[in-house]
């Protein structure tokens, strides 16, 4: 099958993209308009027979998400490369299995891949950005993890930390593009105030920024995003067919959870703005089997809460009161805000998702929490709530006592800015 995609590769030619750029490179990949399916970045690489890391030795970035349309992990694949060397497996938050079941192995303190043999670091339990050995002895820094779309989200963040090292070391990096899961056409939120920045808020784009981590990418090294103005050399694999209107279930790839909680494209929406619970005492439906899906407290009446809400009229949702109780403590580790307590509150569904507003909707949650339980309701951790949202408004409009429905035309001039600006790096239309 890949002989016969290669000479239909020769016979139609490559595509190519915008390469325009200071720093950074968009590699030609064969155009494959004529196939019905979409292909990631590590796609692209298999059906380039891999000639960009033959003969090299390699740090691969990555997670549990950096399969295959076949749902093949690279690190089986790069296995199966007898001129490829895998030198070190570097991951970002949660590791790299999720909250999957941990296939590695314990040699003394240090942790290996079974299948390649490679020593595994993650770079936000221990260390903040890549210890200069793990990229000193390498030829290439491979890139390849599926993002949220969404800011709060540390994988982007750790990118650049590894972009920061690697340009201090002058070794290239290789990102292999994947799809935006909630669409890469919409944009919504404040962009971060470099008064809150943070590493869930790290660089200055909205909370959901419509952006592949290809382009993000390309975004960061162009514009000195990184330490110092440091850049790196910077190579994106573009993938082949996606376009920027498909949500990932639209996508003929495999949807491997992306995060504990994140296990499909409505989960990953509801994120986009019940995260920001995080900064609240509010549960969110942590340690229940609807995470994100759930705001609740023991001190809240979930019935006059749910006629409260009811009452916003937000879009593409609906709303129910509901008792509950969190009792797991499995995914990311951390015990559930009221663990063991039974909490009252309400849980939504998504009956839209082209117009359901996640931001809105956690925004409003939070905001008649305030105005009706002025005397329980917290923003929790010395306001964390304004790294989460980037932005101080949030606070303030909640102080203000003012409806729910006013706050989200606050951000609009962000979104229009940040859509301008953006263009320049996008790889799809």
């Given amino acids: 099958m890949m002989h016969k995609i290669f000479l239909i590769f020769a016979l139609y030619g490559a595509e190519t993209f915008a390469n325009d750029f200071q720093y950074s490179k968009v590699e030609a990949v064969p155009d494959l308009s004529f196939m019905p399916h979409v292909y990631s970045g590590l796609d692209v690489l298999e059906q380039m027979d891999f000639k960009p890391l033959q003969g090299k030795t390699i740090a691969v970035f990555c997670n549990q998400t950096a399969v295959n349309r076949n749902g093949r992990h690279i690190l089986d694949i790069l296995k199966d490369q007898p001129d490829i060397y895998t030198y070190v497996i570097l991951t970002p938050q949660y590791g790299l299995f999720g909250d999957q079941v941990n296939k590695t192995k314990m040699i003394g303190k240090i942790e290996k891949d079974p299948n390649t043999g490679a020593r595994i670091v993650n770079l936000l339990d221990r260390f ?5 050995w793990t990229i000193r002895d390498v030829d290439v820094v491979l890139v390849d993890f599926q993002d949220t779309g969404v800011r709060y989200t540390t994988y982007m963040t750790t990118l650049t930390k590894i972009f920061e090292v690697a340009s201090e070391l002058h070794k290239p990096v290789i990102v292999l593009d994947r799809p935006n899961p909630i669409r890469g056409d919409r944009m919504d939120g404040p962009v971060v105030r470099t008064a809150y920045q943070s590493f869930e808020g790290y660089h200055l784009v909205p909370i959901r920024h419509g952006l592949t981590i290809g382009e993000y990418a390309l975004m960061v090294n162009e514009m000195g995003w990184v330490k110092d103005l440091q850049r790196a050399e910077l190579t994106v694999i573009p993938m082949a067919n996606w376009k920027r209107s498909m949500w990932a279930d639209e ?25 920001l619970l995080k900064g609240t005492n509010l549960n969110w439906g942590q340690g229940t089997t609807k995470p994100y899906f759930r705001a609740g407290a023991p001190w809240i009446s979930g019935r006059i809460f749910y006629q409260k809400i009811k009452n916003v009229n937000l879009p593409g949702v609906k709303f129910k009161h509901i008792q509950y109780t969190p009792t797991q ?49 917290e923003w929790i951790h010395d306001d964390y709530i304004n790294k989460l949202f980037g932005h101080n408004l949030l606070t303030a409009f909640a102080a203000q006592g003012k409806t729910p429905q006013y706050l ?6 962000d979104v229009i800015r940040f859509s301008k600006f953006r263009d320049r790096f996008l790889l799809y239309k």
Avoid at 251 to 275: H, K, R
Avoid at 365 to 373: D, E, F, P, S, V
Wanted: hydrophobic share 40%; charged share 20%; net charge negative.
């Fill in 251 to 275: 996508v003929d790839l495999p949807f491997i959870p992306l995060a504990p909680g994140l296990v499909d494209v409505e989960a990953c929406l509801a994120y986009t703005g019940m995260n």
């Fill in 408 to 413: 989200p035309p606050q951000w609009v001039m």
């Fill in 128 to 132: 903040v950005k890549p210890p200069e």
């Fill in 329 to 377: 403590t499995k995914g990311d580790g951390s015990v559930p805000l009221y663990y063991r307590e039974k909490c009252s509150g309400i849980e939504f569904e998504i009956t839209d998702r082209e117009i359901f507003d996640p931001l809105a909707t956690a925004t409003a949650i939070m905001i008649l929490a305030y105005q009706l339980y002025p005397r329980q309701f």
